[in-house]
Protein backbone atom coordinates (compact mmCIF):
# COMPACT_ATOMS: atom_id res chain seq x y z
CA UNK A 1 0.00 0.00 0.00
CA UNK A 2 1.20 3.60 -1.15
CA UNK A 3 1.92 6.46 1.53
CA UNK A 4 1.93 9.08 -1.02
CA UNK A 5 -0.04 10.23 -4.29
CA UNK A 6 0.86 12.22 -7.18
CA UNK A 7 -0.58 15.61 -8.15
CA UNK A 8 -0.47 16.55 -11.70
CA UNK A 9 -1.66 20.17 -13.05
CA UNK A 10 -2.18 20.17 -16.71
CA UNK A 11 -2.45 23.68 -18.40
CA UNK A 12 -5.35 23.21 -20.15
CA UNK A 13 -8.53 25.32 -22.62
CA UNK A 14 -11.52 25.27 -21.86
CA UNK A 15 -12.35 23.55 -24.94
CA UNK A 16 -10.74 20.74 -24.12
CA UNK A 17 -10.77 20.49 -20.09
CA UNK A 18 -13.98 17.91 -20.48
CA UNK A 19 -12.10 15.38 -22.46
CA UNK A 20 -9.04 15.67 -20.58
CA UNK A 21 -11.06 14.96 -17.30
CA UNK A 22 -12.38 12.17 -18.87
CA UNK A 23 -9.15 10.77 -19.81
CA UNK A 24 -7.76 11.50 -16.37
CA UNK A 25 -10.41 9.22 -15.24
CA UNK A 26 -9.95 6.07 -16.66
CA UNK A 27 -6.37 6.32 -16.33
CA UNK A 28 -7.58 6.00 -12.45
CA UNK A 29 -6.99 9.93 -11.46
CA UNK A 30 -9.23 10.80 -8.62
CA UNK A 31 -10.17 14.14 -6.87
CA UNK A 32 -9.99 15.81 -10.93
CA UNK A 33 -11.55 19.62 -10.67
CA UNK A 34 -11.43 22.44 -12.67
CA UNK A 35 -9.01 25.48 -11.44
CA UNK A 36 -9.33 28.60 -14.11
CA UNK A 37 -6.49 27.62 -16.63
CA UNK A 38 -5.34 24.68 -15.38
CA UNK A 39 -6.88 21.13 -13.58
CA UNK A 40 -5.44 19.85 -10.86
CA UNK A 41 -5.83 15.53 -10.58
CA UNK A 42 -4.61 12.66 -8.26
CA UNK A 43 -3.59 9.85 -8.21
CA UNK A 44 -1.82 7.16 -5.82
CA UNK A 45 1.85 6.38 -6.54
CA UNK A 46 1.04 2.79 -6.63
CA UNK A 47 -0.72 2.78 -9.71
CA UNK A 48 0.55 6.05 -11.56
CA UNK A 49 2.49 5.23 -14.56
CA UNK A 50 3.58 8.84 -16.31
CA UNK A 51 4.31 7.26 -20.13
CA UNK A 52 0.39 6.40 -19.95
CA UNK A 53 -0.54 10.14 -18.65
CA UNK A 54 2.18 11.42 -21.22
CA UNK A 55 0.88 9.39 -24.33
CA UNK A 56 -2.71 10.50 -23.60
CA UNK A 57 -1.81 13.96 -23.78
CA UNK A 58 0.20 13.77 -26.46
CA UNK A 59 -2.77 12.97 -28.27
CA UNK A 60 -3.67 16.33 -28.09
CA UNK A 61 -0.21 18.08 -28.24
CA UNK A 62 -0.23 18.64 -24.33
CA UNK A 63 2.80 16.73 -23.39
CA UNK A 64 4.49 19.26 -22.16
CA UNK A 65 1.57 21.25 -20.51
CA UNK A 66 1.70 19.43 -16.66
CA UNK A 67 3.66 19.35 -13.81
CA UNK A 68 4.09 16.70 -11.17
CA UNK A 69 4.59 16.57 -7.41
CA UNK A 70 4.80 14.42 -4.49
CA UNK A 71 1.52 14.23 -1.61
CA UNK A 72 1.62 13.02 1.01
CA UNK A 73 -0.87 11.53 2.61
CA UNK A 74 -1.84 14.21 5.13
CA UNK A 75 -1.66 16.85 2.43
CA UNK A 76 -3.70 14.86 0.39
CA UNK A 77 -6.63 14.85 3.17
CA UNK A 78 -5.96 18.85 3.62
CA UNK A 79 -6.22 19.44 -0.17
CA UNK A 80 -9.76 17.22 -0.47
CA UNK A 81 -11.06 19.50 2.62
CA UNK A 82 -10.10 22.38 0.70
CA UNK A 83 -11.89 21.63 -2.32
CA UNK A 84 -14.33 19.48 -0.85
CA UNK A 85 -17.88 21.54 -0.99
CA UNK A 86 -21.02 20.52 -0.40
CA UNK A 87 -22.83 18.53 -3.54
CA UNK A 88 -27.32 18.10 -4.18
CA UNK A 89 -29.23 16.49 -6.19
CA UNK A 90 -32.54 18.64 -6.29
CA UNK A 91 -34.46 18.93 -3.17
CA UNK A 92 -33.78 15.31 -1.98
CA UNK A 93 -30.23 14.89 -1.60
CA UNK A 94 -27.26 16.68 0.10
CA UNK A 95 -23.92 15.25 0.54
CA UNK A 96 -21.45 17.08 3.12
CA UNK A 97 -18.64 16.32 4.77
CA UNK A 98 -18.19 16.65 8.62
CA UNK A 99 -16.90 20.24 8.72
CA UNK A 100 -19.76 21.64 6.75
CA UNK A 101 -23.02 22.81 8.92
CA UNK A 102 -26.23 20.49 8.85
CA UNK A 103 -28.47 20.67 6.03
CA UNK A 104 -32.39 20.70 7.17
CA UNK A 105 -34.28 21.64 3.32
CA UNK A 106 -33.39 17.97 2.05
CA UNK A 107 -35.32 14.55 2.63
CA UNK A 108 -32.22 13.06 2.52
CA UNK A 109 -28.41 14.30 3.81
CA UNK A 110 -24.97 12.01 3.94
CA UNK A 111 -22.01 13.11 5.67
CA UNK A 112 -18.72 11.77 4.20
CA UNK A 113 -15.16 12.76 5.14
CA UNK A 114 -13.34 11.77 1.34
CA UNK A 115 -10.00 11.32 2.59
CA UNK A 116 -8.17 9.12 -0.64
CA UNK A 117 -11.19 7.74 -1.72
CA UNK A 118 -13.26 8.14 -4.53
CA UNK A 119 -16.82 9.01 -4.73
CA UNK A 120 -18.15 12.53 -3.23
CA UNK A 121 -21.12 12.70 -5.64
CA UNK A 122 -19.05 15.64 -7.47
CA UNK A 123 -18.09 13.51 -10.08
CA UNK A 124 -20.78 13.20 -13.21
CA UNK A 125 -20.58 9.11 -12.95
CA UNK A 126 -21.63 9.30 -9.28
CA UNK A 127 -23.90 11.99 -9.60
CA UNK A 128 -25.79 9.77 -12.23
CA UNK A 129 -25.91 6.89 -9.46
CA UNK A 130 -27.25 8.37 -7.08
CA UNK A 131 -29.82 9.79 -9.67
CA UNK A 132 -30.72 6.85 -11.44
CA UNK A 133 -31.04 4.99 -7.58
CA UNK A 134 -33.83 7.24 -6.89
CA UNK A 135 -35.58 5.84 -9.95
CA UNK A 136 -35.09 2.35 -8.09
CA UNK A 137 -36.70 0.35 -5.05
CA UNK A 138 -34.90 -0.57 -2.30
CA UNK A 139 -37.34 -0.78 0.44
CA UNK A 140 -36.15 -4.75 2.34
CA UNK A 141 -33.87 -5.20 -0.52
CA UNK A 142 -30.64 -7.05 -0.81
CA UNK A 143 -27.64 -4.13 -2.42
CA UNK A 144 -24.02 -4.75 -3.62
CA UNK A 145 -21.97 -1.88 -3.97
CA UNK A 146 -18.95 -3.15 -6.18
CA UNK A 147 -15.85 -0.55 -5.96
CA UNK A 148 -17.33 1.32 -3.18
CA UNK A 149 -15.17 4.27 -2.80
CA UNK A 150 -16.23 6.65 0.11
CA UNK A 151 -19.03 4.31 0.29
CA UNK A 152 -22.32 6.95 -0.51
CA UNK A 153 -24.05 4.59 -2.85
CA UNK A 154 -23.96 2.60 0.21
CA UNK A 155 -25.16 4.72 2.48
CA UNK A 156 -27.87 6.08 0.14
CA UNK A 157 -29.34 2.27 -0.24
CA UNK A 158 -29.50 2.09 3.45
CA UNK A 159 -31.15 5.34 3.64
CA UNK A 160 -33.50 3.57 1.27
CA UNK A 161 -34.79 0.94 3.02
CA UNK A 162 -32.43 -1.91 2.10
CA UNK A 163 -32.09 -5.17 4.36
CA UNK A 164 -28.60 -4.97 3.45
CA UNK A 165 -25.75 -3.55 1.25
CA UNK A 166 -22.30 -5.50 0.55
CA UNK A 167 -20.17 -2.60 -0.35
CA UNK A 168 -16.82 -4.34 -1.91
CA UNK A 169 -13.16 -2.63 -2.80
CA UNK A 170 -10.03 -3.37 -3.52
CA UNK A 171 -8.30 -0.41 -2.71
CA UNK A 172 -8.00 -0.87 1.67
CA UNK A 173 -7.89 3.02 2.47
CA UNK A 174 -11.85 3.07 0.38
CA UNK A 175 -12.46 -0.07 2.84
CA UNK A 176 -11.46 1.90 5.44
CA UNK A 177 -12.61 5.17 4.90
CA UNK A 178 -16.51 3.93 3.68
CA UNK A 179 -16.52 2.19 7.05
CA UNK A 180 -15.62 5.46 8.36
CA UNK A 181 -18.52 7.16 6.99
CA UNK A 182 -21.36 4.70 7.32
CA UNK A 183 -20.75 4.59 10.68
CA UNK A 184 -20.94 8.41 10.81
CA UNK A 185 -24.47 7.72 9.04
CA UNK A 186 -25.39 5.08 11.17
CA UNK A 187 -25.97 3.00 8.25
CA UNK A 188 -26.31 0.25 9.94
CA UNK A 189 -27.02 -2.31 6.82
CA UNK A 190 -23.58 -1.71 5.47
CA UNK A 191 -21.22 -4.16 5.85
CA UNK A 192 -18.05 -2.77 3.86
CA UNK A 193 -15.20 -5.80 2.81
CA UNK A 194 -11.58 -5.46 0.96
CA UNK A 195 -11.39 -7.33 -1.91
CA UNK A 196 -12.31 -8.22 -5.76
CA UNK A 197 -15.00 -10.04 -7.69
CA UNK A 198 -14.08 -13.13 -5.16
CA UNK A 199 -15.74 -11.30 -2.50
CA UNK A 200 -18.93 -11.29 -3.94
CA UNK A 201 -21.13 -13.82 -2.24
CA UNK A 202 -24.61 -14.52 -2.51
CA UNK A 203 -27.32 -12.86 -4.69
CA UNK A 204 -28.87 -9.66 -4.76
CA UNK A 205 -31.79 -7.51 -5.59
CA UNK A 206 -29.70 -4.78 -6.83
CA UNK A 207 -26.11 -4.08 -7.61
CA UNK A 208 -24.23 -0.78 -8.00
CA UNK A 209 -21.17 -0.62 -9.96
CA UNK A 210 -19.45 3.03 -10.37
CA UNK A 211 -16.39 1.76 -11.89
CA UNK A 212 -14.03 2.15 -15.18
CA UNK A 213 -15.40 1.07 -18.71
CA UNK A 214 -13.53 -1.99 -19.08
CA UNK A 215 -14.10 -3.32 -15.42
CA UNK A 216 -17.78 -2.70 -15.88
CA UNK A 217 -17.30 -4.44 -18.73
CA UNK A 218 -15.22 -7.66 -17.72
CA UNK A 219 -17.46 -7.90 -14.14
CA UNK A 220 -20.94 -7.64 -16.01
CA UNK A 221 -21.85 -11.58 -15.99
CA UNK A 222 -20.68 -11.77 -12.48
CA UNK A 223 -23.11 -9.10 -11.56
CA UNK A 224 -25.40 -10.71 -13.77
CA UNK A 225 -24.95 -14.35 -12.35
CA UNK A 226 -25.59 -12.41 -8.40
CA UNK A 227 -28.48 -10.61 -9.08
CA UNK A 228 -32.04 -12.12 -8.82
CA UNK A 229 -33.94 -12.47 -12.06
CA UNK A 230 -35.71 -9.22 -12.14
CA UNK A 231 -33.16 -7.57 -10.35
CA UNK A 232 -31.28 -4.13 -11.24
CA UNK A 233 -27.84 -3.65 -12.29
CA UNK A 234 -27.12 0.10 -12.20
CA UNK A 235 -23.33 1.37 -13.84
CA UNK A 236 -21.86 4.20 -14.75
CA UNK A 237 -18.02 5.11 -15.26
CA UNK A 238 -17.68 5.48 -19.24
CA UNK A 239 -18.76 7.87 -22.33
CA UNK A 240 -21.33 8.22 -24.53
CA UNK A 241 -18.83 6.77 -27.60
CA UNK A 242 -18.80 3.17 -25.32
CA UNK A 243 -22.36 3.09 -24.73
CA UNK A 244 -23.78 0.82 -27.42
CA UNK A 245 -20.61 -1.74 -26.66
CA UNK A 246 -21.68 -1.73 -22.87
CA UNK A 247 -25.76 -2.54 -23.58
CA UNK A 248 -24.46 -5.07 -25.98
CA UNK A 249 -22.54 -6.80 -23.18
CA UNK A 250 -24.89 -6.68 -20.79
CA UNK A 251 -27.11 -8.49 -23.63
CA UNK A 252 -24.67 -10.90 -23.62
CA UNK A 253 -24.78 -11.24 -19.90
CA UNK A 254 -28.69 -11.27 -19.55
CA UNK A 255 -29.21 -8.30 -18.48
CA UNK A 256 -31.83 -5.66 -20.52
CA UNK A 257 -31.59 -1.89 -21.22
CA UNK A 258 -34.50 -0.08 -19.38
CA UNK A 259 -33.29 3.23 -18.67
CA UNK A 260 -30.23 5.37 -19.00
CA UNK A 261 -29.30 8.79 -17.78
CA UNK A 262 -26.25 10.94 -19.08
CA UNK A 263 -23.93 14.51 -18.15
CA UNK A 264 -21.58 15.68 -20.13
CA UNK A 265 -20.66 12.73 -22.20
CA UNK A 266 -21.01 10.35 -18.79
CA UNK A 267 -23.29 7.63 -19.15
CA UNK A 268 -25.38 5.15 -16.43
CA UNK A 269 -27.47 2.33 -17.84
CA UNK A 270 -30.10 1.02 -15.20
CA UNK A 271 -30.13 -2.93 -16.67
CA UNK A 272 -32.37 -5.86 -15.51
CA UNK A 273 -31.69 -9.22 -15.26
CA UNK A 274 -33.95 -11.23 -17.55
Avoid at 6 to 22: F, N
Avoid at 36 to 46: M, T
Wanted: hydrophobic share 40%; charged share 25%.
Amino acid sequence: MSNSSIQITVICTDELKEVISAELDLLQFDGIWDEGDRLNAYISSDVFVEKDLYNMLSKYGMENSYSQSIIEDKNWNEEWEANFKPFYIDNALAVRASFHPAEKDFKYEIVIDPKMSFGTGHHETTELMLRMMFTTEFTDKKVLDMGCGTGVLAILADKFGANSVTAIDNDINSVENASENTKYNRASSVECIHGGVEAIDGVFDVALSNITKNINKSLLPQLSAHVVEGGYVIISGFLDFDRDEMVQAALDSDLLLEDHMDKNKWQCLKLRKR
